[in-house]
C-alpha cells in the first residue's frame, strides 16, 4: 500500500513535466531562505545577551550590521524562490485541469452512457483540484517543516545538544500521536469525493430535467433529492472538521507542554552550568519556530496522504481507455497518416459480416452486410430499438464493431483510422445539438477554417439565410444553451448548412426531419435536397415523404 501511494506520488509530480527539479528546488530554498533568517534573529539575540554580560557595547554596530546583510541576503532567497514556486505550482494545477478536460474529450461513448454527467464534472472540479492542493500547498507544508527543522537543529545542537535533545523527545512524541490521524483523514477525503460526485449528478439532474419538474411538478422530490445529498455531503465534511479541530487542538497541547519542558529543562541546564542564558535565549527564539514546524509534519502529513487519495482517483480516470484507442488497436501497424483512397470507386460504403452488441449478453447485429454505391441514397427503415440508429454510430466510429468490416472507398476501417473516417462523413442527427455561441460559429464547427463567405452561402443552401438575418444580431446572434432561443426548425437548418460547409463525400442523416411540423419539413427537406445532391447518403428514416428520396430501401 505504502508502494502505491509512493508511485502516485511520484507519478503526480511528473505531470510537472521538465519543471518538476525547478518547482522542487524552490521548496528547498525558499524554505532554507525563511529558516535562515530565523536561525540569524535568534545568534543576534545570543550575541546582545553576552554583550549585555561582558559590557563591551563597541562591537554592537558591527554585528548589528553583519546580521542585517545576512538576513537581507536569505530575504532575497526566500522571495525569488518563493515567486519560482508559486509559478510551478499553478502550473501543475492547471496541468492537471487540462490533462483531466482533455481525458473527458477523448473517452468511448459507452463511458458517457454508463457514467453520470455530474461525476464526470466532479472529477475535473472537485477530485482534480483536490489532487492539485498538492502543488499548491500540502507537500510544501510537509516537506518545508522538515528541511526548517533541519535548518534549526544545527546550530540548536552547537549551542546546547543537551536542551535540544530533551526537546526533540517532546516533539517526537506529539508527532506519533498525531499519526494516529492519518487513516481518519485519509477515509474522510475518499468518501467526501465520492458525496460531492453524488450531490453535482443530483444538481445536473436538477437543472437539465428542469422543464420536466415544472410541468410535472417535481420541484419538490427534485429539490429534496439534492438536498439530501447535500446533507451527506456535509455531514462528511464535518466529521472531516472535527478531524482536523481534533488535531489542532492537540497540537496547540503539544505546543503549550514543549514550552513549559523547555523553560524547566532550560533552567536546570543554566544552573548547573551546561549552557549559558544567551545560549539558552537563543535556542528558545529557535524553538518557537522548530516547535511550529515539527508540529506541521504531523498536521500536514495526513491532508498530503490525503491528496494522494485524490490523485489516485484522478489516474484511475486518466487510465480509462481512450476512444482512439479502442480503434487504434486494431488498425494495421503498416499504415500511415498518409493512407490514401479511391474516391472515384464505385462502392462508398460496404459493411460485411457485421456483429456487435453493446454488452456480451445479446447481439444487436449478427452477420449483417449493406453496399452503398457511390452517389446513391439508401434509406433504413425498421421499427424502434432494431438498430438503425446504432448502425449510424458505428459508421460513425462511436463503437468498436465486435467482428465483421466496415470499409470506405474500398479502405477498411482499420486502414483508414477513425479519425480519417469522420473527415469523410457529414452527419445531421434529429435533433440538433448548438453550442452556446454565434450562430456563425455553430456553422463553422463544420470546418474550422471555412471563411464567412462559405459560412454564408452554406446558410443559403440550407435555407437559413433569411432567418439568420432577421436575428437581433444576424450571424453573430448567440443562441443559448443548446440553441433554446431557436426554433426546432431553425436549429435543424443550422445543423445542415453544418454539414454543407463540411464539404464532406458521405452524409448521414438520423431522422433529420422527424421532430419538425410540415412547413419546417418543407424547408429543411428542401435543404437537404441540396444537401444531397452528389453525396452518398445514408438516411434513417420513418415518414414516407423521406424514404421516397431514397434509391434503395433497406430494413433492419
Given at each position: ?97 487540462k490533462m483531466v478536460l482533455e481525458k473527458i474529450m477523448k473517452l468511448p461513448m459507452d463511458y458517457y452512457e454508463n457514467h453520470h454527467s455530474g461525476d464526470i464534472i466532479s472529477k ?433
Open positions: 500500500m505504502k508502494r502505491v501511494k509512493v508511485n502516485t506520488f511520484i507519478r503526480f509530480m511528473k505531470l510537472l513535466g521538465k519543471r518538476w527539479p525547478v518547482y522542487i528546488i524552490s521548496i528547498l530554498l525558499m524554505t532554507i531562505g525563511s529558516s535562515a533568517f530565523a536561525v540569524i534573529s535568534s545568534l543576534l539575540l545570543k550575541q546582545i545577551f553576552e554583550i549585555a554580560q561582558s559590557g563591551k557595547i563597541d562591537r554592537l554596530p558591527a554585528i548589528i550590521l553583519a546580521n542585517f546583510l545576512a538576513g537581507l541576503i536569505s530575504i532575497s532567497i526566500f522571495g525569488v524562490f518563493m515567486a519560482l514556486y508559486n509559478i510551478e505550482a499553478k502550473r501543475g494545477f492547471a496541468n492537471t485541469q475535473l472540479l472537485y477530485d482534480a483540484q483536490m489532487a492539485s492542493q498538492m502543488y499548491t500547498s500540502r507537500l510544501r507544508r510537509v516537506v518545508a517543516p522538515i528541511i526548517s527543522v533541519i535548518v534549526y537543529l544545527i546550530p540548536m545542537f552547537i549551542l546546547c545538544a543537551q536542551v535540544t535533545l530533551c526537546l526533540i523527545a517532546v516533539n517526537i512524541l506529539s508527532l506519533l500521536v498525531n499519526s494516529l490521524l492519518i487513516k481518519p483523514m485519509k477515509r474522510a477525503g475518499k468518501e467526501a469525493s465520492k458525496k460531492n460526485s453524488f450531490m453535482v449528478e443530483k444538481l445536473s439532474n436538477l437543472i437539465q430535467g428542469i422543464e420536466m419538474i415544472k410541468i410535472f411538478d417535481e420541484h419538490s422530490s427534485q429539490v429534496r433529492s439534492y438536498k439530501n445529498a447535500n446533507q451527506e455531503y456535509t455531514n462528511v465534511q464535518k466529521n472531516k472538521a472535527k478531524l482536523s479541530a481534533l488535531l489542532n487542538s492537540m497540537n496547540t497541547g503539544f505546543d503549550l507542554l514543549s514550552s513549559l519542558a523547555f523553560l524547566a529543562i532550560g533552567m536546570i541546564f543554566v544552573e548547573r552550568g551546561v549552557t549559558t542564558i544567551g545560549s539558552l535565549a537563543a535556542i528558545y527564539a529557535m524553538y518557537g519556530a522548530f516547535s511550529f514546524r515539527f508540529l506541521q509534519i504531523g498536521r500536514y502529513f495526513p491532508e498530503l496522504m490525503n491528496n494522494i487519495v485524490y490523485a489516485e482517483r484522478v489516474f484511475e480516470f486518466l487510465d480509462v481507455t481512450e476512444d482512439e484507442d479502442l480503434f487504434n488497436k486494431n488498425l494495421k501497424s503498416d499504415i500511415t497518416e498518409d493512407v490514401k483512397f479511391d474516391a472515384s470507386k464505385k462502392e462508398c460504403i460496404s459493411i460485411e459480416n457485421l456483429s456487435f452488441g453493446y454488452n456480451s449478453e445479446r447481439n444487436i447485429f449478427n452477420n449483417f452486410s449493406m453496399k452503398v454505391e457511390k452517389g446513391n441514397c439508401v434509406a433504413l427503415i425498421g421499427k424502434s430499438g432494431r438498430g438503425k440508429s446504432t448502425l449510424a454510430k458505428l459508421l460513425l466510429g462511436f463503437y468498436p464493431i465486435s467482428e465483421g468490416n466496415i470499409s470506405f472507398f474500398g479502405k477498411s476501417f482499420s486502414e483508414l483510422g477513425k479519425n480519417k473516417v469522420l473527415d469523410m462523413i457529414a452527419y445531421v442527427p434529429q435533433e440538433a445539438y448548438l453550442f452556446n455561441v454565434s450562430i456563425k460559429e455553430n456553422i463553422r464547427y463544420g470546418k474550422l477554417d471555412s471563411t464567412d463567405e462559405e459560412i454564408y452561402e452554406a446558410a443559403k443552401k440550407a435555407n437559413a439565410h433569411e432567418f439568420i438575418l432577421n436575428q437581433a444580431d444576424g450571424y453573430d446572434t448567440v443562441v443559448g444553451e443548446r440553441g433554446k432561443m431557436l426554433s426546432g426548425g431553425e436549429r435543424q437548418r443550422i445543423a445542415i448548412a453544418r454539414a454543407i460547409v463540411k464539404e464532406a463525400p458521405i452524409l448521414l442523416l438520423d431522422e433529420a426531419t422527424s421532430a419538425l411540423d410540415n412547413s419546417s419539413e418543407e424547408l429543411v427537406q428542401s435543404a437537404l435536397n441540396r444537401l444531397m445532391k452528389n453525396r452518398t447518403t445514408i438516411m434513417i428514416a420513418h415518414r414516407t415523404t423521406t424514404i421516397a428520396m431514397a434509391d434503395k430501401i433497406i430494413t433492419i
